[in-house]
């Protein structure tokens, strides 16, 4: 059997490992954003969340996945988790259709669907033959959805791409909840 003080770490480490949490590494790169919809005062960045876990939801209001279940899911996090704990923050990231998608749009689409999380329109590369938005390489999204967590310490802690079960991403922001030090 093993000692009661080594339990606990042991089944942090396990549970970590089967969210899909990284080990604690460097902090989270800044986001480069044009405009904050929902969101009133100096732009957010990773670093003035530190103390509460951020979850970055990447999206495009013209992806299925995105409006089907990346944004809502965001919204129910936002719902389940005081705010003094839980920053969701969504982040309009567009690589394609970049005409249709423009700020004035996002704000109708945003208004119309009743999306209250704060959401920062990705910037757009300086190279104008670079369809790819700033934020997106710097984080290296492999396209929408896309979530991120960051610890309380502002590191990035879990990557991923696609539709993410909500139990399974609500389990793992609890494990950073749930980390001392």
């Known amino acids: 059997m093993m000692a009661p003080s080594k339990l606990p770490r042991q089944l942090a480490d396990t549970w970590q490992s089967r969210l899909g949490l990284a080990p604690a590494g460097e902090p989270?790169?800044?986001?480069?954003?044009s405009r904050w919809f929902n969101h009133e005062g100096a732009p957010l960045q990773p670093a003035a969340l530190r103390g509460r876990v951020v979850v970055l939801h990447a999206f495009q209001m013209l992806c299925p996945a995105c409006v089907h279940h990346g944004l809502p899911q965001a919204q129910r996090i936002q719902a389940a988790f005081a705010a003094d704990d839980v920053a969701v923050v969504g982040l309009h990231t567009v690589f394609e259709h970049h005409a249709a998608m423009m700020p004035v749009s996002l704000e109708?689409?945003?208004?119309?669907n009743r999306i209250r999380l704060a959401v920062g329109v990705d910037a757009?590369?300086?190279d104008a033959t670079d369809p790819i938005p700033v934020t997106m390489r710097r984080y290296g999204f492999q396209g929408t959805p896309s979530l991120v967590l960051i610890d309380r310490k502002g590191r990035v802690r879990r990557h991923a791409f696609g539709a993410e079960e909500d139990l399974t991403?609500?389990?793992a922001i609890a494990v950073l909840l749930a980390e001392v030090g």
């Open 124 to 126: 757009v590369a300086a």
């Open 108 to 112: 109708a689409f945003l208004h119309e």
């Open 169 to 171: 991403v609500g389990a």
């Open 28 to 33: 989270a790169p800044p986001w480069a954003t």
